[in-house]
C-alpha cells in the first residue's frame, strides 16, 4: 500500500519524544528557545511494511481506520511519555522536544484500554489481556475500530539539533523523521466456491447442486497480546469459545468481495495444538442430489431428483444401491404402499440418519494447518492463527454428503486431518499466498 494511500485512509504522522535513562525535556524555556541537549523527533504509521509473507493485500477503510493512536516512548521499562495530539496542522505530524540519542518507541491504534504514564511496557504490550470483538474488529458504521500495534520495540538514535520546523518539515532520519509499522491484532477468515455444480466423491450418483453455503468460525481465542510476540507464551486464562455463526461463503469466488469473520491470534508450540484450544471452521450447505433411488421401481433403481432443494433426504449406507441418495419423501410414501410398512425399497439395507432441510456439515476445517507426512500418513501437527493474517479458503470440490449434523471435536486429541471438503487456502497478511489442501 502507497504511502499515499495511507494519508487519504487517515493514517497519521506521528512526532513525539523518547529518552532512555535521560529526564524528558517538555519544551524550551518561557521565551521559545529551544533547550540546551534537547532536540525534535517526528514519526509517521505505515500499514505496508509489516512483517508479511507475501504480496500486500489491501484493506478496506474501516479495517485501517485510526481513531486514536499513540505513539509511546519507554524509559527503564515504563511508558515515560505518550504523543496522541497533532502538532503539525498541515501534514498532522505529531512533533515533541526530547534528549538526542537512542530511545525506545511503541505504537498502539483504537485501545479501549488507553496507555499511561508510569505503567510497565511488559504489563501494557508483553502481557495477554482479554480482547473483545468490539475491539479487534469493530465493524459498525461510523464505529470501525480495529486495535493495532506496532510490530515490534523499535529504538531509533535520535540526532541533536533538530528544530520542531525541522522535524516537523522533514522526512528521513536526518530530520528525525521516522517510521514505525503497525499490523491489526485481528485475523480475518472468508471462504469461497465458485463452482454450485459439484461431483460427489463417494458414490455413482451424478452429483447435485449446493446452495446456502455458510461457515461457522468455531474455537477463536479470548486473549491476546496487544504486540505480537517474538516467542510463543502461552496466555493464563485464555478460552477458545469466541464463535461467529452463519458466514455466507462467496459463490463468485472473489475474496475480496466475501464476507469476512475477525479472530484474535491463536499459536502454540507445535506440540501443543489440540482440538479444543485451535481455531477451526466447519461448514454447511444445503445439497440437491441429481440422481436418487427409484422406490416404485426395481428395474430402474435411479431416477432423476425432481423436488427442490431443501428436501431431506437419507445415504444408503448398505445394500446394491450403498452410496447413493434415498429422498425422505420418496421412502414415505414408498412405506404407505400395501405390505411395505417398515420396509426399504430393493438394493437398500441400511440407511443413515435424516439431513433435515437437505443440510450437509463438513469440518472441523483448520484454518491454516500443517501437515506432517510419515510411514505413508499424514497428520497435522499444528494449525496457527496469526494476526493480520487473511485466510481464504476456496472451496474447490467437495466430497458428499458430509455429515447430518455439525461435526464436534474431540477436546483433549491432537489435531486430525479434517475430512470431506478440499480447499485451497491462501493466507494473507492482508497478503495473499496459495496453498492447496486436499481433506479427505
Known amino acids: 500500500m502507497k504511502l499515499s494511500r495511507l494519508f487519504l485512509l487517515a493514517v497519521m504522522g506521528l512526532g513525539l519524544i523518547a ?82 540519542g537512542p530511545h525506545d518507541f511503541y505504537v498502539v491504534v483504537n485501545p479501549t484500554t ?28 461510523n464505529s470501525e475500530s480495529f486495535l493495532m500495534a506496532s510490530v515490534k ?67 477463536g481465542a479470548t486473549m491476546a497480546y496487544r504486540m505480537a510476540q517474538s516467542t510463543i507464551v502461552e496466555i493464563p486464562n485464555n478460552a477458545w469459545t469466541y464463535t461467529v455463526k452463519n458466514v455466507a461463503v462467496a459463490t463468485t469466488g472473489d475474496h475480496t468481495g466475501a464476507t469476512p469473520a475477525y479472530c484474535l491470534e491463536n499459536i502454540h508450540a507445535a506440540n501443543s495444538y489440540k482440538q479444543k484450544n485451535t481455531t477451526y471452521l466447519t461448514l454447511q450447505t444445503t445439497f440437491k442430489p441429481t440422481n436418487v433411488v427409484d422406490c416404485a421401481d426395481d428395474v430402474k433403481p435411479l431416477k432423476t431428483n425432481t423436488l427442490a432443494a431443501g428436501a431431506p433426504f437419507y445415504v444408503v ?15 414415505e410414501n414408498y412405506q404407505k404402499l400395501a405390505g411395505n410398512t417398515g420396509k426399504l425399497p430393493a438394493g437398500v439395507e441400511s440407511i443413515s440418519a435424516e439431513y433435515e432441510e437437505g443440510v450437509c456439515w463438513f469440518g472441523p476445517i483448520w484454518i491454516n494447518e500443517t501437515e506432517e507426512t510419515s510411514d505413508q500418513s499424514t497428520t497435522v501437527t499444528t494449525s496457527p492463527v496469526v494476526r493480520n493474517t487473511w485466510y481464504n479458503l476456496k472451496i474447490t470440490g467437495i466430497t458428499l454428503p458430509g455429515e447430518p449434523s455439525e ?34
Open 114 to 141: 488507553e496507555p499511561t504514564v508510569g505503567t510497565s511496557i511488559d504489563a501494557y504490550f508483553n502481557t495477554g489481556v482479554a480482547i473483545g470483538v468490539d475491539e479487534f474488529a469493530n465493524t459498525t458504521p
Open 153 to 219: 520495540k523499535e529504538t531509533f538514535d535520535i540526532a541533536d539539533g533538530v528544530t520542531e520546523e525541522e522535524a516537523l518539515a522533514g522526512t528521513d532520519a536526518t530530520a528525525n523523521n521516522f517510521t514505525i509499522n503497525v499490523e491489526r491484532v485481528a485475523a480475518k477468515v472468508t471462504m469461497t466456491c465458485n463452482n454450485l455444480t459439484l461431483s460427489s466423491g463417494n458414490n455413482n450418483a451424478a452429483g447435485g447442486e449446493i446452495s446456502k453455503t455458510t461457515f461457522n468460525l468455531m474455537g
Open 317 to 331: 449406507q448398505t445394500g446394491s444401491l450403498a452410496g447413493n441418495y434415498l429422498m425422505k419423501t420418496d421412502l
Open 407 to 440: 461435526p464436534q471435536i474431540d477436546p483433549e486429541q491432537p489435531l486430525t486431518p479434517p475430512t470431506d471438503v478440499a480447499i485451497t487456502l491462501t493466507v494473507q497478511p492482508w497478503n495473499f499466498i496459495d496453498r492447496p489442501i486436499e481433506l479427505q
Open 19 to 100: 529518552c532512555t535513562e535521560n529526564d524528558l525535556v517538555e519544551g524550551g524555556d518561557s521565551n521559545g528557545a529551544q533547550n540546551e541537549d534537547t532536540t525534535y523527533v517526528g514519526f509517521t504509521i505505515d500499514f505496508s511494511k509489516t512483517q508479511t509473507r507475501a504480496t500486500t493485500e489491501t484493506g478496506t477503510a474501516a479495517e485501517q481506520k485510526i481513531n486514536k493512536a499513540y505513539v509511546i516512548l519507554a524509559a527503564s521499562g515504563n511508558i515515560s511519555q505518550i504523543a496522541e495530539t497533532p502538532k503539525g496542522t498541515s501534514n498532522n505530524k505529531y512533533v515533541l522536544q526530547t534528549t538526542p
